[in-house]
Every structure is written in structure tokens, then in C-alpha cells.
């Protein structure tokens, strides 16, 4: 049967997380598979790269589907896109191979957690935390180089039990059909000015349930003297979740891209990892301008 692939943009403001929650709870991924039930006419189901948390917004979330549907490219991006609200839709659309896998031939991904470090409120910044205190950039940039690499994130991961010390296992997000233990890899953390609104983007082969959100509150902290930005080693070592930040509002986070070719994640990487030499802003990047 054929194998569709398809970005989902979405502002996750009104619903419940990707996930289908089945208990009242709207889902983007419901109303998603709404779309697709009432223009086949049939049930369909859809399966995302991954998942995201009540809140969060995704600027381009793959996920796959199956129809021996007549209609092809843009007319059934189209078709789908029609069906659906106003606050979700559908960026692009393409055939794969049967075999394709979304979630498990995924390479890598990054979020972006926006703030407003201004001092006055700015409502058409929606999908940015306001934070008018004063960052110091290179505090926070000394911090997230503790976080680079392949660590056990169990510190900066949300619980699942009602006992926050030293949990060391708990499903994936990404992967929920695979469990595992909390280990993850981040290949960069860096930081984007422009403006007022400044770009923390985060860079990994996947995320734990939180986890973006409680390094970006942890790497706050320091960008605002709270605490050393030595202690983020000591924390990342503990598995303690008690010890890291709090986790920073769900609304100015958003996917923004799921990689699938070498290519294109190395050339995204590159760019953070130079824009990591330079803290205190590297506007001479070029960084999709979607990004801003």
C-alpha cells in the first residue's frame, strides 16, 4: 500500500501533545488523523517522528500514513490541509518507499526555546517566554559544554513516578515501542540573537519527556547568576532531577526540524557549532530565516 510522508506545522497552544490521549484530551495527532479519516473514508492513523508535550508547537513534525489513495502531491496536501483547524496544518507532502520508517530513520533533530529579553511585553511574540532579566551569554555558554555529548539525562528528564531521585529508566519518547534507559546525545546547544528574541537551539539524536525544556531552565539559572556554571556537570552526574532547573514554559518551544540525510543535519550542526564559538551573538550565520 502507498506510504505517505508528511510535515505537520502546528501551534501546539490548544491541545494535549501530538499523542493521541483518548480521554477528551484533543491531540494534534486526532485531529490529524480526522483529516485523513473523513477524506478517505475510512479510519487512518498516523505515526510521528516523535512526540511533543502539551504546549509545544513543531514548525515541521514528519509523520507517516498508508492509503490507496488516487490523489497525489500537492492536490492531496491539499485535501488534507482543507480538513484541517486553523492552528495545524500541513507544510509539505511526498511518497516513500514502504519500508521508510519516520521514527526509526530519523538522524537527529533540533528544538529551538525562544525568549523575549526585553523589557516590556510583546504580544505578537506568542511563542516566545518573556524574560526580561539580563543573560549573561557567556556564562550559558560555559554551562551547556558539560551537556555536549553522550550522557545519561535522567537529571533533566520529567518523572514518571512520584519518587524524583535517581530515576534511571523511562520510555522514550521518540521511541516509545523501544524502551531504554535515560541515555542521549546532544551534539550542540547555541545560542541566536536577534533582536530581543533570543534562540536557545539544541541539537540531539533524540529527547527525553522534558528534557529540552529543564536544560534550557538550568542553563538560565546561570545565565542569571542563580547558580556556578560548573554545577552542570555535578548535576548531569547525579541522575537527580531534583538538582537541575525547573523546566521553562512548554510554549516557547517548538520542533523545528527532524533530519534524514547526513547532509543536511552536518551543514545545521556546523552552523550551531560555530555560532557556539561566539556566545554573545553571530549574526553573520546563515540560518533559515524561518528560525526568526
Same mark, same amino acid.
Given at each position: 500500500m502507498p506510504r505517505f510522508l508528511i510535515e505537520v506545522q502546528y501551534d501546539g497552544s490548544a491541545y494535549f501533545g501530538w499523542q493521541r490521549q483518548g480521554d477528551g484530551q484533543i491531540s494534534v495527532q486526532e485531529v490529524v488523523e480526522a483529516s485523513l479519516s473523513d477524506l478517505f473514508g475510512q479510519p487512518t492513523t498516523v505515526l510521528a517522528a516523535g512526540r511533543t508535550d502539551r504546549g509545544v508547537s513543531a514548525r515541521a513534525m514528519p509523520a507517516q500514513f498508508t492509503s490507496e489513495t488516487r490523489l497525489r502531491g500537492e492536490e492531496l496536501r491539499r485535501a488534507i490541509d482543507f480538513r484541517l483547524p486553523p492552528d495545524v496544518a500541513i507544510r509539505s507532502l511526498r511518497e516513500v518507499p514502504e519500508d521508510f520508517h519516520c521514527r526509526y530513520d530519523a538522524l537527529g533533530k533540533v528544538y529551538a526555546y525562544r525568549l523575549n529579553n526585553a523589557r516590556r511585553r510583546a504580544p505578537l511574540a506568542r511563542f516566545a517566554l518573556l524574560w526580561p532579566r539580563a543573560l549573561d551569554f557567556e556564562l550559558?555558554?560555559?554551562?551547556?559544554?558539560?551537556?555536549?555529548?553522550?550522557?545519561?539525562? @535522567?537529571?533533566? =528528564? #520529567?518523572? /514518571?513516578?512520584?519518587?524524583?531521585?535517581?530515576?534511571?529508566?523511562?520510555?522514550? &519518547?521518540?521511541?516509545?515501542?523501544?524502551?531504554?534507559?535515560?541515555?542521549?546525545?546532544?551534539?550542540?546547544?547555541?545560542?541566536?540573537?536577534?533582536?530581543?528574541?533570543?534562540?536557545?537551539?539544541?541539537?540531539?539524536?533524540?529527547?527525553?519527556?522534558?528534557?529540552?525544556?529543564?536544560?534550557?531552565?538550568?542553563?538560565?539559572?546561570?545565565?542569571?547568576?542563580?547558580?556556578?556554571? @560548573?554545577?552542570? =556537570? #555535578?548535576? /548531569?552526574?547525579?541522575?537527580?532531577?531534583?538538582?537541575?532547573?525547573?523546566?521553562? &514554559?512548554?510554549?516557547?518551544?517548538?520542533?523545528?526540524?527532524?533530519?534524514?540525510?547526513?547532509?543536511?543535519?552536518?551543514?545545521?550542526?556546523?552552523r550551531a557549532r560555530e555560532a557556539a564559538t561566539r556566545p554573545q551573538g553571530a549574526s553573520d550565520i546563515q540560518w533559515p530565516e524561518e528560525l526568526f
Amino acid at each position: 500500500m502507498p506510504r505517505f510522508l508528511i510535515e505537520v506545522q502546528y501551534d501546539g497552544s490548544a491541545y494535549f501533545g501530538w499523542q493521541r490521549q483518548g480521554d477528551g484530551q484533543i491531540s494534534v495527532q486526532e485531529v490529524v488523523e480526522a483529516s485523513l479519516s473523513d477524506l478517505f473514508g475510512q479510519p487512518t492513523t498516523v505515526l510521528a517522528a516523535g512526540r511533543t508535550d502539551r504546549g509545544v508547537s513543531a514548525r515541521a513534525m514528519p509523520a507517516q500514513f498508508t492509503s490507496e489513495t488516487r490523489l497525489r502531491g500537492e492536490e492531496l496536501r491539499r485535501a488534507i490541509d482543507f480538513r484541517l483547524p486553523p492552528d495545524v496544518a500541513i507544510r509539505s507532502l511526498r511518497e516513500v518507499p514502504e519500508d521508510f520508517h519516520c521514527r526509526y530513520d530519523a538522524l537527529g533533530k533540533v528544538y529551538a526555546y525562544r525568549l523575549n529579553n526585553a523589557r516590556r511585553r510583546a504580544p505578537l511574540a506568542r511563542f516566545a517566554l518573556l524574560w526580561p532579566r539580563a543573560l549573561d551569554f557567556e556564562l550559558m555558554h560555559q554551562a551547556s559544554r558539560a551537556l555536549i555529548g553522550t550522557h545519561d539525562f @535522567s537529571s533533566f =528528564a #520529567t518523572l /514518571l513516578s512520584e519518587h524524583p531521585n535517581k530515576q534511571t529508566t523511562q520510555p522514550d &519518547p521518540d521511541n516509545p515501542d523501544k524502551p531504554q534507559g535515560n541515555v542521549r546525545t546532544i551534539h550542540e546547544i547555541a545560542t541566536i540573537r536577534r533582536g530581543e528574541i533570543v534562540s536557545l537551539l539544541v541539537f540531539g539524536d533524540g529527547f527525553l519527556r522534558g528534557m529540552v525544556r529543564a536544560v534550557v531552565g538550568t542553563l538560565l539559572e546561570v545565565a542569571t547568576k542563580q547558580r556556578e556554571a @560548573s554545577e552542570v =556537570a #555535578t548535576i /548531569l552526574a547525579a541522575r537527580d532531577r531534583r538538582l537541575a532547573g525547573p523546566n521553562v &514554559p512548554a510554549h516557547g518551544l517548538m520542533l523545528e526540524r527532524v533530519f534524514y540525510e547526513d547532509a543536511e543535519r552536518e551543514r545545521w550542526i556546523a552552523r550551531a557549532r560555530e555560532a557556539a564559538t561566539r556566545p554573545q551573538g553571530a549574526s553573520d550565520i546563515q540560518w533559515p530565516e524561518e528560525l526568526f
